[in-house]
């Protein structure tokens, strides 16, 4: 529970809960709303998402949604072609 330089780094300590959380908000509601179809899916089905209707590139998109996936242990795989993002569920060979 250090404020300020303390002579031990270059660098200011803060309490983690004074670190601004404001990536946490960006993409979240999206993602949210992705997963949550994605888990409703059909094995073996896709979602076709148009581009369009992301609120930012489909690569920081694509970066959001594995992390959110890979936090709640969600194997998902991803493509792309100019119009749309594909988005589905991977499922391990042993039928997992």
Do not use: C, Y
């Not at 059909?42 to 609120?55: I, Q």
């Not at 569920?89 to 039928?95: L, T």
């Amino acid at each position: 529970m250090r404020d300020g330089k303390d002579g031990h780094g270059h660098f200011e300590s803060i309490l983690q809960e004074d670190v601004p959380k404001s990536r946490d908000g960006k993409h979240k509601q999206i993602v949210e709303r992705l997963l949550h179809e994605l888990g409703e899916l059909k094995p073996g089905m896709a979602m076709k998402v148009p581009l369009s209707e992301l609120p930012d590139s489909k690569e920081n998109i694509r970066s959001a949604l594995t992390r959110a996936a890979n936090q709640r242990q969600i194997r998902i795989a991803t493509s792309s072609n100019d119009d749309h993002l594909f988005v589905w569920k991977k499922h391990m060979a042993n039928g997992h």
